[in-house]
């Protein structure tokens, strides 16, 4: 599985969107994007995923380069309870990695 | 069931001793990882289970981890003789259909594992 690279935090203000961006520049063809989160205590939850096409839930949106070789989830009107730690992953079984911080202040 | 679930929540162990973590799966989930995560950090993959193929044992750290599965159900993690490292939480997850674009895991609560 391909490895992800990631800003370690991030600030927000409430209301505003969060555009967290994550690089996988070895990504390989078939391999799908993955976003997860983890709040404080808690297993991570699944946001979305994508593989080639923006793709859009209740929860964010993904955007993909047209290379692949990157990726941003947006959240569009983030709230004090997105404050998480947010993972980008790559395929299925992965280390995750060390993630962005994401602290949204009132 | 409603969710993955994991037993002990908190183990408290002395080193050296052994100890099992038990993990259940979601009914009907085919795929089933164990991660660790150390205290401020991401997840460190450990070992994959899907159906009856072999499973994935790259992410184990050393001879004293191992896990088993029970068909597409519980699944058991052992470590031996532990040792003050093996501190951490360790979170378990599974999957409905390992394809690659229906991958998404579903995280139990986590066994929080201190070795004195």
């Known amino acids: 599985d391909a490895k992800t690279t990631q800003p370690t935090s991030m600030d927000c203000a409430e209301g505003r969107a969060a555009n967290l961006p994550c690089n996988h520049s070895?990504?390989?063809?078939?391999?799908?994007v993955y976003w997860y989160r983890q709040i404080h205590s808690q297993g991570p939850q699944y946001i979305i995923h994508?593989?080639?096409n923006n793709e859009t839930n209740e929860m964010a949106s993904l955007i993909i380069t047209e290379d692949r070789k990157s990726s941003t989830l947006i959240l569009p009107h983030a709230t004090l309870r997105d404050t998480a730690v947010y993972y980008c992953?790559?395929?299925?079984?992965?280390?995750f990695g060390d993630g962005t911080t994401l602290t949204v202040k009132p | 069931g409603a969710g993955v679930s994991q037993s002990p929540s908190n183990k408290v162990t002395e080193k050296g001793k052994d100890v099992e973590l038990r993990c259940d799966p979601i009914?009907?989930?085919?795929?089933l990882y164990w991660y660790r995560q150390r205290l401020g950090q991401g997840l460190e993959f450990l070992i994959y289970?899907?159906?009856?193929?072999?499973?994935?044992k790259s992410g184990l750290p050393s001879d004293r981890f191992s896990a088993e599965r029970t068909g597409e159900s519980v699944s058991t993690l052992t470590i031996q003789r532990t040792q003050q490292e093996d501190s951490a939480v360790y979170l378990c997850?599974?999957?409905?259909?390992?394809?690659?674009?229906?991958?998404?895991?579903?995280f139990g609560p986590g066994t929080r594992l201190t070795v004195l």
């Open positions: 997850a599974s999957s409905l259909q390992p394809g690659l674009g229906n991958n998404e895991q579903f």
């Open positions: 070895t990504i390989s063809g078939n391999e799908y």
């Open positions: 994508g593989l080639k």
């Open positions: 992953i790559v395929g299925g079984k992965s280390t």
């Open positions: 009914s009907g989930h085919t795929a």
């Open positions: 289970f899907q159906g009856n193929s072999a499973p994935d």
